[in-house]
């Protein structure tokens, strides 16, 4: 503030005469970087990196919408990277968090920010983290990391430490509620892409996602269908690529909406708008064609249902049954008979990825193979199931200590919930952020993205998700303690 204050004196001070000739200058110079601009890269490129500056600035003026840069990038462009390379190619999302985080550190610094806050749990993923470190150095024996493995870890390593971060910052309810609202519209803005792509003739939606070619998306190809056959139907992909990442993003995002249709006090007034937006999602999801994303996101409204709304019960029966009724959805419900007696191409695919995997898990059991290379060449490491592509590369010791995070997680939130059912502008975006959670630990049965290094937008999703839920339960304990205060509502019975 002193340094605003000293410049504006300075500048009341100038002559008249100096003062406009120095806006001239200024304009003058600026002018000619956006025709240097325009004469480089382009209309499009420079209008782009024009609007990226100002939103950046804006960025770094608010922590919050710091915060919102970066659930709306990875919602709607995960794959984009910066349009310009200098020396590498920052992605957007590597961007907007590092955005987040020069605000994060500049509090510390300034001393607005203090005493940090954490929770139990936080010591079991400190753990994880180590042990993803020491199992990557001694994977290094097997082969040597290339940069792209070397980024792509790092940044996984800044999404787990987004754990520790959000944390200590998601300090009161409001911010978690606008952070529902913000994931609510930017999701439902995904699934209208998802659809309107799927809609369109594919000469159309392929001309439309090759535009995005320069900001890293692919340049063609990128028309998904059913096990690769035109025949069989096409699948939504959004702005994901991916039709099964995209439905593992759309499942865990839909559970965070389905208790603001029911609760007390919404994140958004109107009720048939957060329905909309929901049916939007799921109807998104559907056309992904991905079984296993639908099926966690059934065990999560299972879930919400049978822990606080039972009145979901009937809507959800009534929905199963119809889902096995409709003519419409008889092509669905056979693929996912299919899954399960192994009998289609993808789930034979699936099945012989995880033997695969007991194999390479057999010969290295307990550190895996580590992230650069596997020893021998009649092994990989990918594989269809998340649990699996870990037991590879980081062994079932990894395993392990992951899932002993998880039920930690789950542990600490059952401890919050008894304090968070009675706060009713708080029990839908703890019991959402669980439940998302939850379908995400199911989804990862049957898909790998939320692990693998090369999908760092899901994986800053999962672990997203972690951090809500652990930022959520601590402030459900502190506000029972009195350390924070509740948001004031109209009395109104819930069940």
């Not at 490129?45 to 840069?69: C, E, H, K, P, S």
């Not at 995960?78 to 190619?89: D, R």
């Not at 972690?466 to 109104?492: D, F, H, M």
């Amino acid at each position: 503030m002193a340094t605003v204050n000293a410049l504006q004196i300075w500048i009341s001070r100038v002559k008249s005469r100096h003062y406009w000739i120095a806006v001239g200058l200024a304009v003058g110079a600026l002018a000619t970087l956006i025709g240097f601009m325009i004469a480089l890269a382009g209309p499009f490129l420079a209008l782009a990196a024009i609007f990226g500056l100002l939103a950046g600035l804006y960025v770094i003026t608010d922590i919050r919408v710091a915060l919102y840069a970066i659930i709306v990038t990875l919602l709607l462009l995960p794959f984009g990277v910066f349009p310009v390379k200098i020396a590498i190619t920052p992605t957007l999302l590597d961007l907007a968090m590092g955005g987040f985080l020069l605000v994060y550190l500049l509090q510390w610094m300034t001393g607005r920010r203090g005493g940090l806050r954490l929770t139990p749990v936080h010591a079991f993923v400190a753990v994880y983290v180590m042990w993803l470190i020491f199992t990557f150095a001694l994977g290094l024996r097997h082969a040597m990391p290339t940069p792209a493995n070397i980024r792509q870890f790092a940044e996984t390593l800044l999404s787990i430490g987004m754990v520790f971060i959000l944390s200590d910052l998601l300090r009161d309810a409001r911010t978690l509620r606008r952070l529902v609202l913000v994931i609510v519209l930017a999701i439902g803005a995904q699934a209208l892409i998802a659809i309107a792509l799927l809609a369109a003739p594919d000469t159309i939606a392929e001309s439309l996602l090759v535009r995005l070619s320069r900001i890293g998306y692919p340049e063609g190809g990128v028309i998904r269908y059913i096990e690769d056959n035109p025949a069989f139907g096409e699948r939504a992909i959004g702005t994901w690529v991916d039709p099964n990442a995209l439905g593992g993003i759309l499942a865990t995002a839909s559970l965070m909406i389905a208790p603001q249709i029911v609760s007390r006090v919404p994140v958004i007034s109107k009720r048939w708008l957060t329905f909309a937006i929901f049916g939007a999602v799921a109807l998104a999801l559907y056309l992904t064609s991905s079984r296993a994303s639908l099926l966690a996101l059934a065990c999560g409204l299972l879930f919400i249902a049978l822990i606080r709304y039972r009145r979901m019960l009937p809507v959800l029966l009534t929905g199963a049954v119809a889902f096995a009724l409709l003519p419409q959805t008889q092509n669905y419900l056979d693929r996912l008979l299919q899954a399960f007696q192994g009998a289609d191409l993808a789930t034979q695919m699936r099945i012989g990825e995880w033997t695969d995997s007991l194999t390479l898990i057999g010969r290295y059991p307990l550190v895996g193979v580590g992230f650069t290379g596997t020893p021998e060449i009649d092994i990989y490491t990918d594989v269809a199931n998340m649990y699996l592509i870990m037991a590879n590369q980081i062994g079932l010791t990894g395993v392990g200590i992951f899932l002993c995070a998880m039920a930690a997680v789950f542990s600490y939130g059952h401890l919050a919930w008894r304090q968070a059912r009675n706060q009713p502008d708080f029990t839908a975006i703890h019991l959402g952020y669980h439940a998302a959670l939850l379908t995400a630990l199911v989804n990862a049965v049957a898909d790998l993205y939320f692990f693998r290094l090369e999908f760092q937008s899901s994986i800053t999703w999962f672990w997203l998700v972690v951090a809500l839920c652990l930022a959520s339960s601590r402030l459900a304990l502190e506000r029972n303690s009195g350390v924070t205060e509740a948001i004031p509502i109209k009395p109104r019975k819930e069940n």
